[in-house]
């Protein structure tokens, strides 16, 4: 199978990381939805990324739909529960992790892809408030890693999403305001599926 898309997105890496995790073999194809439109268009026209093609030719889009999917494959192995109160517990706190993401990528496509000069400083102080405030939720569900335990999408999820903040966005994580997802973040990228996974590639 093949992984379109850079692993600066956090949407694309943490489908990285669980692939790792899993033990499939994948090819990236490291293309930008930004840089390298027609190359990108000619496996998603829609130009969003992560994108999965199958050895079918099949093609997933959106990293949800790509993860259900490959826990469909490997039940014994699942990242997240299939069935019952665990499974909307982890669903809902992979979502919070997910919206501090989007809101984070929000805030750079606002600064960094929008001409200065139609920037719109409310919007831009929203979605800051909304990942300081994700980032919070985070933080009372964040617990340091057991020696040997198994990782989830949950953990996996808000690792990258803490990761993805400190890099676009570090004065939020100023004065250590999130202990604990920090000390998670240094143990999670420690790992060897994340240390396979660098986040600027
Ligand atoms: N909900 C999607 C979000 C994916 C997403 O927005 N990816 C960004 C890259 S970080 C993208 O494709 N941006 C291009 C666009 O939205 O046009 C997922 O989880 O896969």
Not at 117 to 131: D, Y
Not at 137 to 150: G, I, S, V
Not at 154 to 181: C, K, M, Q
Request: net charge negative; aromatic share 8%.
């Amino acid at each position: 199978m093949k992984l379109i898309g850079l692993y600066d997105s956090p949407f694309v890496r943490r489908v990285a990381i669980s692939l790792h995790v899993q033990g499939y073999t994948y090819q990236h194809v490291p293309l930008s939805v930004f840089r390298n439109i027609e190359a990108f268009r000619l496996y998603n026209p829609l130009l969003k990324a992560p994108t999965l093609v199958l050895s079918d030719g099949t093609t997933l889009t959106d990293s949800s739909v790509i993860l259900d999917y490959l826990d469909e494959q490997v039940p014994e192995s699942r990242l997240i529960p299939a069935h019952g109160p665990s499974r909307w517990a982890a669903l809902q706190h992979i979502t919070l992790a997910l919206v501090t993401a989007e809101k984070a990528v929000a805030q750079v496509y606002e600064t960094v892809l929008r001409p200065p000069e139609v920037q719109f400083a409310p919007l831009q102080l929203r979605f800051r408030a909304q990942v300081e405030t994700g980032l919070g939720l985070l933080e009372e569900r964040a617990m340091p890693l057991a020696p040997q335990e198994p990782l989830s999408q949950a953990v996996i999820t808000t690792a990258v999403a803490y990761r993805f903040v400190s890099s676009v966005l570090p004065d939020v994580l100023e004065n250590g305001r999130y202990p604990r997802l920090a000390a998670l973040s240094a143990q999670c990228e420690d790992l060897p599926a994340f240390l396979a996974v660098p986040p600027g590639d």
